[in-house]
């Protein structure tokens, strides 16, 4: 026989159970309880609580002197959370019966009119969608946050010479400035992601009630907007049944953490003794227990890391919904954990990237000297061949990967063979070859929009200035 516990006063056995009779078995307890997840929406259930309550006494559903008692208990309620002093219950299953159960105790009667017209489902979808909306607006802010000090740190290096890289082998010589600005655009498109997602989610679904409406002449339009939403949700099921907002979230989430983790997988790579491109400070790195000399990146490498906890966590929602027939199921309780793991994560994630990009040093002589190694102006030398020499871009490929293989085997970069040799291989060359060789020629070329020429670097980090911050 199954361990069956009673519920005290104020709980689901007062609040909720009208043809249960029995205790609730301890198991049932654990598995429904979800207030060690959901509490944090705290503040949102009171602010959407407060809204409905306004709404029935405006529209005479319940009277101007119970909605003021009311109200001034919800906001007890929230200065008793806020001080620490509420003792939250998981008997009470969530936050919603908390709150409903704790104001019954300081109003007493009043309180059970506060649910006219609302089901927990409308409740929790309208908060959920509440707290999704100031999660985007705090990790846009986080975001762009990391665009400043990227933007900061490319316009103090637009000159700095470095490898650029395909297939992380060298290939054509860019600026450093020009490498950040990469990152600026991407997290410029994240945080168009997260608008969207808000745009989308901003509606409210408070009055849709369990699933089918109200009989109640309740004022959507009124709730919608006192709670910041751009309007009431059109269906009653799909309001309590889908949550494809935090799905869309979720979703712009996992990308942004994939751009971190690149990101964080190159201040990886620059930062290790063979790249030596660059130095993180000491508050983003950490030693070794037994190696003393060792100073290992291991905010970088968590960031990389968490990447996949967010995407998991997206997974992890996408798999709870897909096979839910409509409308709300128990299994949508479980919605909630993911959300707020991927926000913590992604909110660290964009914080410790902004403090590691500010702190770090760049060691401009090294990355200069690897800048032109690996025959990274190959292209350079065959554009020269098209313009100069009239010469198809394919048959110039061609020239130059014959000298290519000529300085490979006398162990020199392009810009150390002698004129003769080059004429070895294409005798029209002449010596004003060896002005477009140099990376620094290379990179100065390179004034395309978009290009990494330091001039169109300082132009382009004032235009994602003004764009982004």
């Given at each position: 026989?199954?361990?069956?516990?009673?519920?005290?006063?104020?709980?689901?056995?007062?609040?909720?159970?009208?043809?249960?009779?029995?205790?609730?078995?301890?198991?049932?307890?654990?598995?429904?309880?979800?207030?060690?997840?959901?509490?944090?929406?705290?503040?949102?259930?009171?602010?959407?609580?407060?809204?409905?309550?306004?709404?029935?006494?405006?529209?005479?559903?319940?009277?101007?002197?119970?909605?003021?008692?009311?109200?001034?208990?919800?906001?007890?309620?929230?200065?008793?959370?806020e001080?620490?002093?509420?003792?939250?219950?998981?008997?009470?299953e969530?936050?919603h019966?908390?709150?409903?159960?704790?104001?019954?105790?300081?109003?007493g009667?009043?309180?059970?009119?506060?649910?006219?017209?609302?089901?927990?489902?409308?409740?929790?979808?309208t908060?959920f969608r509440?707290?999704?909306?100031?999660?985007?607006?705090?990790?846009?802010?986080?975001?762009q946050?990391?665009?400043?000090?990227?933007?900061?740190?490319?316009?103090?290096?637009?000159?700095a010479?470095?490898p650029?890289?395909?297939?992380?082998?060298?290939a054509?010589?860019?600026?450093?400035?020009?490498h950040?600005l990469?990152?600026?655009?991407?997290?410029?498109r994240?945080?168009?992601?997260f608008?969207d997602?808000?745009t989308?989610?901003?509606?409210c679904?408070?009055?849709?009630g369990?699933?089918?409406?109200?009989?109640?002449?309740i004022?959507?339009?009124?709730?919608?907007?006192?709670?910041g939403?751009?309007?009431?949700?059109?269906?009653s099921l799909?309001?309590?049944?889908?949550?494809?907002?935090a799905?869309?979230?979720?979703?712009?989430?996992?990308?942004?953490?994939?751009?971190?983790?690149?990101?964080?997988?190159?201040?990886?790579?620059?930062?290790s003794?063979?790249?030596?491109?660059?130095?993180?400070?000491?508050?983003?790195?950490?030693?070794?227990?037994?190696?003393?000399?060792?100073?290992?990146?291991?905010?970088?490498?968590l960031?990389?890391?968490?990447?996949?906890?967010?995407?998991?966590?997206?997974?992890?929602l996408?798999?709870?919904?897909k096979?839910?027939?409509?409308?709300?199921?128990?299994?949508?309780?479980?919605?909630?954990?993911?959300?707020?793991?991927?926000?913590?994560?992604?909110?660290?994630?964009?914080?410790?990237?902004?403090?590691?990009?500010?702190?770090?040093t760049?060691?401009?002589?090294?990355?200069?000297?690897?800048?032109?190694?690996?025959?990274?102006?190959?292209?350079?030398?065959?554009?020269?061949l098209?313009?100069?020499l009239?010469m198809?871009?394919?048959?110039?490929h061609?020239v130059?990967?014959?000298?290519?293989?000529?300085?490979?085997?006398?162990?020199?970069?392009?810009?150390?063979?002698s004129?003769?040799?080059?004429?070895?291989?294409?005798?029209?060359?002449?010596?004003?070859?060896?002005?477009?060789?140099g990376?620094?020629?290379?990179?100065?070329?390179?004034?395309?929009?978009?290009?990494?020429?330091?001039?169109?670097?300082?132009?382009a980090?004032?235009?994602?200035?003004k764009?982004?911050?």
């Amino acid at each position: 026989m199954s361990a069956k516990s009673t519920t005290p006063a104020g709980g689901p056995s007062d609040l909720l159970r009208g043809r249960f009779g029995d205790g609730v078995a301890d198991i049932m307890e654990r598995i429904n309880a979800s207030i060690d997840v959901d509490a944090r929406l705290y503040a949102v259930d009171i602010e959407g609580s407060t809204a409905h309550c306004r709404m029935l006494a405006a529209q005479g559903i319940i009277s101007a002197g119970d909605g003021r008692v009311i109200e001034d208990g919800l906001a007890r309620i929230k200065g008793e959370i806020e001080s620490g002093e509420f003792a939250f219950s998981a008997r009470l299953e969530d936050i919603h019966m908390n709150i409903e159960a704790r104001l019954a105790e300081l109003i007493g009667a009043p309180a059970g009119r506060l649910h006219t017209a609302r089901s927990r489902n409308d409740q929790v979808a309208t908060d959920f969608r509440m707290w999704v909306r100031g999660a985007l607006d705090a990790l846009d802010a986080d975001a762009q946050a990391l665009q400043g000090a990227l933007i900061a740190k490319a316009d103090s290096h637009t000159e700095a010479i470095m490898p650029g890289y395909t297939h992380l082998q060298s290939a054509q010589p860019v600026t450093l400035g020009h490498h950040l600005l990469a990152y600026v655009e991407m997290l410029g498109r994240d945080r168009g992601r997260f608008g969207d997602a808000r745009t989308r989610g901003n509606e409210c679904p408070l009055g849709a009630g369990a699933l089918a409406g109200t009989s109640f002449p309740i004022d959507r339009e009124a709730t919608a907007a006192a709670l910041g939403f751009d309007r009431p949700t059109a269906n009653s099921l799909d309001s309590v049944s889908d949550r494809d907002f935090a799905l869309e979230a979720m979703a712009a989430f996992a990308i942004c953490a994939v751009h971190l983790s690149r990101l964080a997988e190159e201040l990886v790579i620059w930062s290790s003794v063979e790249f030596g491109y660059i130095r993180l400070s000491d508050a983003f790195t950490t030693g070794s227990s037994i190696m003393p000399q060792k100073r290992n990146p291991d905010a970088a490498e968590l960031v990389r890391g968490k990447s996949g906890r967010i995407i998991g966590d997206l997974t992890a929602l996408l798999v709870t919904l897909k096979g839910l027939a409509l409308s709300y199921a128990k299994d949508m309780q479980e919605d909630k954990e993911p959300v707020f793991d991927a926000v913590d994560s992604l909110a660290l994630c964009l914080k410790a990237s902004t403090g590691m990009i500010a702190d770090m040093t760049v060691k401009v002589e090294a990355m200069a000297a690897r800048a032109g190694t690996g025959y990274s102006t190959a292209t350079d030398l065959a554009d020269w061949l098209v313009r100069t020499l009239n010469m198809p871009f394919r048959e110039a490929h061609g020239v130059v990967g014959r000298i290519v293989s000529l300085a490979e085997a006398e162990g020199q970069e392009l810009d150390a063979l002698s004129l003769e040799t080059l004429q070895s291989v294409e005798p029209r060359i002449t010596d004003g070859v060896f002005a477009v060789l140099g990376p620094e020629r290379s990179v100065a070329s390179r004034t395309s929009i978009g290009g990494t020429a330091p001039a169109r670097v300082r132009e382009a980090a004032a235009a994602a200035r003004k764009r982004y911050l």
